[in-house]
T-cell receptor, first 116, second 113 residues
Framework: SAVISQKPSRDICQRGTSLTIQCQVDSQVTMMFWYRQQPGQSLTLIATANQGSEATYESGFVIDKFPISRPNLTFSTLTVSNMSPEDSSIYLC?????????????FGSGTRLTVV | DQQVKQNSPSLSVQEGRISILNCDYTNSMFDYFLWYKKYPAEGPTFLISISSIKDKNEDGRFTVFLNKSAKHLSLHIVPSQPGDSAVYFCAGHSGGGADGLTFGKGTHLIIQP
């Protein structure tokens, strides 16, 4: 399965600032996904990042707050803009491995963001 | 609306015994169900999946059972080992690979020595 490098692994940011999270995959993948896990909650899909087109956002998430780039088939970034303490979460990128027998998706190790 | 529910926030099992983690769902469009294991400060690790047209899938110590009429699935781990202590997430997938996953809130499994 794909190997994902995600950085930074953690950060503490001031409210009102922005943070860009990077996700690098060791193989070419068509779609990459970005998730958020708020404290004590499940992982929630933010958006699907397609190479060559705009990201598709889930209900409750907007491009102005979470702009996404997907310049090629191995890389994507998620920016958390104009941060508030409510944005404190773990952010994870993921790629789909539906070509494999087990239909599993691979996740990066996550970015733990604390907004103060 | 929570489409995937894991009603037990935590579960404690003695080493060597069977661990059974449960999951309920409401979305009939899910075509696959997946279980993930997560350690602190790491991303979720894929464990096992099951197609909605199957009722059982087995991989080593892990078996997933699906009861479609009850919209219920369970993960069995036998025998349970100390390294199995982690948070386990159930997830549903729909869309033929085009969509992401819908996760439950997770169950923290603790294996007692």
């Amino acid at each position: 399965s794909a190997v994902i490098s995600q950085k930074p692994s953690r950060d503490i940011c001031q409210r009102g600032t922005s943070l860009t999270i990077q996700c690098q995959v060791d193989s070419q993948v068509t779609m990459m996904f970005w998730y958020r896990q708020q404290p004590g909650q499940s992982l929630t899909l933010i958006a699907t990042a397609n190479q060559g087109s705009e990201a598709t956002y889930e209900s409750g998430f907007v491009i102005d707050k979470f702009p996404i780039s997907r310049p090629n088939l191995t890389f994507s970034t998620l920016t958390v803009s104009n941060m508030s303490p409510e944005d404190s979460s773990i952010y994870l990128c993921s790629v789909g491995s539906w070509q494999t027998r087990n239909y599993g998706y691979t996740f990066g190790s996550g970015t733990r963001l604390t907004v103060v | 609306d929570q489409q995937v529910k894991q009603n037990s926030p935590s579960l404690s099992v003695q080493e060597g015994r069977i661990s059974i983690l449960n999951c309920d769902y409401t979305n009939s469009m899910f075509d696959y169900f997946l279980w993930y294991k997560k350690y602190p400060a790491e991303g979720p690790t894929f464990l096992i999946s099951i197609s909605s047209i199957k009722d059982k899938n087995e991989d080593g110590r892990f078996t997933v059972f699906l009861n479609k009429s009850a919209k219920h699935l369970s993960l069995h781990i036998v025998p349970s080992q100390p390294g199995d202590s982690a948070v386990y997430f159930c997830a549903g997938h729909s869309g033929g690979g085009a969509d992401g996953l819908t996760f439950g809130k997770g169950t923290h499994l603790i294996i007692q020595p």
